[in-house]
């Protein structure tokens, strides 16, 4: 039973517009959530957080938001850049554990 | 700070045999977890170790061990391979619960 989802496997988007990925999770004990990027051949890197309490966190291009009623949290790319292509990940963790919980991963490509 | 350092990069072993693998956490890092990635399950989390005690465990059979030495460094091992463990092994370093996790660049290992 997969816990989070990302529901879209591929995304094109035209540089200097807005990226969204989307993510669902089904346990409702998660209360911590991550966005990370991975290129082929080297591990995720950390792009944003955000704790349950919340509903948005933003840093820089990067803003998460956060639906717990619908379970759903989103991805915003503003603006989109070719470098930002990559595979994205949303994982989860749950009671201020350490053990994450991920989706299947989004390939984003980032037309000039 | 430097990042969190996987070795080897690659590995390749046979059916039967055992393997260990090494990650050095970012300084200050207390906390370290394993995971496996492969094309069919995605990312798995297989076990976290935070002051030289397990923490969490995976849902991943008892031929994959870990321990944590008191330098935070921590290894893992997996005895009698399958081809089935043919994956990308990634480790990732936190300060603690709800921090976010810094990945290490994996140690790719396949199995003849």
């Known amino acids: 039973d997969q816990q989070v989802k990302q529901n879209s496997p591929s995304l094109s988007v035209q540089e200097g517009r807005i990226s969204i990925l989307n993510c669902d999770y089904t346990?409702?004990?998660?209360?911590?959530f991550l966005w990370y990027k991975k290129y082929p051949a080297e591990g995720p890197t950390f792009l944003i957080s955000i704790s349950s309490i919340k509903d948005k966190n933003e840093d820089g291009r990067f803003t998460v938001f956060l639906n717990k009623s619908a379970k759903h949290l989103s991805l915003h790319i503003v603006p989109s850049q070719p470098g930002d292509s990559a595979v994205y990940f949303c994982a989860a963790s749950a009671n201020a554990g350490n053990m994450l919980t991920f989706g299947g991963g989004t390939r984003l490509m980032v037309k000039p | 700070k430097a990042g969190v350092t996987q070795t080897p990069r690659y590995l390749i072993k046979t059916r039967g045999q055992q393997v260990t693998l090494s990650c050095s956490p970012i300084?200050?890092?207390?906390?370290v977890s394993w995971y496996q990635q492969t094309p069919g399950q995605g990312l798995q989390f297989l076990f976290e170790?935070?002051?030289?005690?397990?923490?969490n465990k995976g849902n991943f059979p008892g031929r994959f061990s870990g321990r944590q030495f008191s330098n935070s460094r921590s290894e893992m091992n997996v005895s009698t391979l399958e081809l089935g463990d043919s994956a990308l092994y990634l480790c990732?370093?936190?300060?603690?619960?709800?921090?976010?996790?810094?990945f290490g660049d994996g140690t790719r290992l396949s199995i003849l």
């Open positions: 170790y935070f002051s030289e005690t397990q923490r």
């Open positions: 990732a370093s936190s300060e603690g619960s709800n921090q976010p996790q810094h």
């Open positions: 346990n409702s004990m998660f209360d911590y």
């Open positions: 300084s200050g890092h207390r906390s």
